[in-house]
């Protein structure tokens, strides 16, 4: 039976060619056909926001660090914005961080390594279809690769791989926090591999300084307050909503899902390699400190970044997306280093078959989670009919003090009408029970003033779900239920003004 890491090898550079064309492909189609996710018109319409000259967290409620919107909306904006437009933005970043792990997979496993990397992960279709959306997905994965491709597989000046990976590792962060320790590993991994070079050591001293110094310093911008209950708050704010107890009973069936059906192939693999560093992990932790080596890098990375998710972060499998392309690469030395021990043990047959299986596991599990399930693959697309109703929404309401009251910020964004303050973020902002100082305060919505927007007919549209949802809360007695029969009309989902009642 042949070898399937010398198949790998020998035919790399077209396996290689033809995982391009996968990953690229399954990007273009999800494209159009990953489901629309709530978040992404919450993304895009903030993106818009902050071009517009509003600061984060001051006047308006952003729950992750403040790179994205600037980033989306700095390309976006001037290209007339758009969710397709915002989605190919993605497409872009998601394609470029892969295609800059293929370096770092050869200097981890090899040549067969790298196609290895790109099979797992190429294929593991559920991650793609998270990459795609516009969320912070596909802008942290980037920046993160790109500072383990500077630090590991870039071979030019050292000031540029010390420079240049922990200013990627910082903007990483500056996209979403929860990445902050990657910084911090990467300052420890430096300090240990250019100990005998001061002028290494003094660099990367001084890169991290400024790299942290980015990292916070939109808090400098804003009450400090609002930031640091916007960003760090909001993610542990799960500990006090489901209790400790539910919380983590939820994590572990996070961990089941994740690691039993969306990555098999790759949580079998490091498995398997776990047997080989158990048995020697004294001596294992004293050579990673004297001297890490890239596994061992990425190996803290990932380790660090599931805890960092685990504990703190909110409870979905798509919130481990962005160093999944890691993990693959570690399965990949794990693969390489079977195939290697099956040589010397003369057992290629035994592992020509656990290589049948997790072919089979890996081709299956990214079709089963990539296209059979409607969360991750959906036709028609879901993305068409957000654009017809901004269409109305744009032909029933004026430019000018167009409030909407919705929980569905992309219609909005995409008619450019302006979202009722305290709406931004969907239904997280919209408190019906708070006071009026507390809602201001807080950038909240609250019933009281959902009520004034239409008994006053400041709201020119207001969608049905809201509309319901206020009505179960806060309509004893019935002035909003009179207003919006008397002028309003309704049209695809929406109650609009009529133009006796402007």
Not at 169 to 196: D, K, N, Q, W
Not at 354 to 377: H, N, P, Q
Not at 438 to 461: F, K, M, T, V
């Amino acid at each position: 039976m042949s070898d399937p890491w010398e198949l790998l090898t020998q035919h790399a550079r077209s396996l290689l060619r033809l995982m391009v064309g996968v990953v690229v492909g399954a990007h273009l189609v999800y494209w159009f056909y990953a489901p629309y996710n709530g978040d992404e018109g919450m993304y895009l319409y903030v993106s818009r926001l902050a071009l517009e000259g509003k600061l984060l967290y001051r006047d308006t409620p952003f729950h992750q660090f403040p790179l994205l919107p600037y980033f989306y909306g700095a390309v976006l904006e001037p290209l007339g914005g758009g969710l397709y437009l915002g989605r190919l933005l993605s497409v872009v970043l998601s394609v470029s961080a892969f295609l800059l792990l293929l370096p770092v997979a050869r200097v981890v496993a090899g040549e067969g390594g790298a196609v290895c990397y790109a099979l797992l992960f190429g294929l593991n279709f559920w991650a793609l279809s998270n990459m795609v959306r516009v969320k912070h997905y596909a802008l942290t994965t980037l920046f993160l690769s790109l500072g383990v491709y500077v630090l590991l597989a870039y071979n030019g000046r050292k000031s540029v791989k010390i420079v240049g990976a922990l200013l990627a590792f910082g903007l990483a962060a500056s996209s979403r926090i929860s990445t902050l320790p990657v910084l911090v590993l990467a300052y420890v991994y430096l300090l240990r591999r250019e100990r005998e070079n001061r002028r290494a050591v003094w660099m990367t001293h001084a890169m991290v300084a400024c790299s942290l110094v980015l990292i916070f310093s939109y808090a400098f911008l804003v009450p400090f307050s609002s930031f640091f209950s916007w960003t760090v708050g909001v993610n542990l704010s799960s500990y006090k909503r489901r209790g400790p107890y539910r919380y983590f009973t939820r994590q572990l069936q996070v961990f089941r899902g994740l690691v039993i059906f969306r990555i098999p192939s790759m949580a079998i693999l490091l498995l398997l390699s776990l047997r080989r560093v158990l048995g020697q992990w004294q001596l294992g932790i004293r050579s990673a400190w004297a001297s890490p080596s890239p596994t061992i890098f990425l190996a803290a990375v990932s380790l660090t970044l599931f805890v960092v998710h685990f504990f703190v972060g909110q409870i979905a499998e798509d919130y481990h997306v962005n160093y999944l392309p890691l993990v693959a690469i570690l399965a990949a030395r794990a693969f390489h280093d079977l195939a290697r021990e099956a040589r010397q043990r003369h057992r290629v047959s035994g592992f020509s078959r656990l290589s049948l299986v997790l072919a089979l596991l890996t081709v299956v599990a990214g079709v089963r989670y990539g296209f059979l399930k409607k969360d991750a693959f959906q036709i028609p697309s879901t993305l068409s009919p957000f654009y017809a109703e901004a269409a109305v929404m744009a032909r029933r309401t004026s430019p000018q003090g167009a409030e909407v009251l919705t929980f569905d910020t992309i219609v909005p964004y995409l008619a450019h009408r302006e979202v009722t303050h305290g709406l931004e973020y969907s239904h997280w902002t919209y408190r019906p029970g708070v006071s009026d100082a507390e809602a201001r305060g807080r950038h909240l919505l609250n019933a009281a003033g959902a009520r004034s927007l239409i008994l006053s007919h400041r709201a020119q549209a207001v969608q049905e779900y809201f509309l319901g949802r206020l009505l179960r809360e806060s309509d004893p007695d019935g002035a909003v239920v009179a207003a919006v029969r008397e002028y309003y009309v309704k049209d695809r989902g929406y109650y609009y003004l009529a133009a006796s009642g402007r």
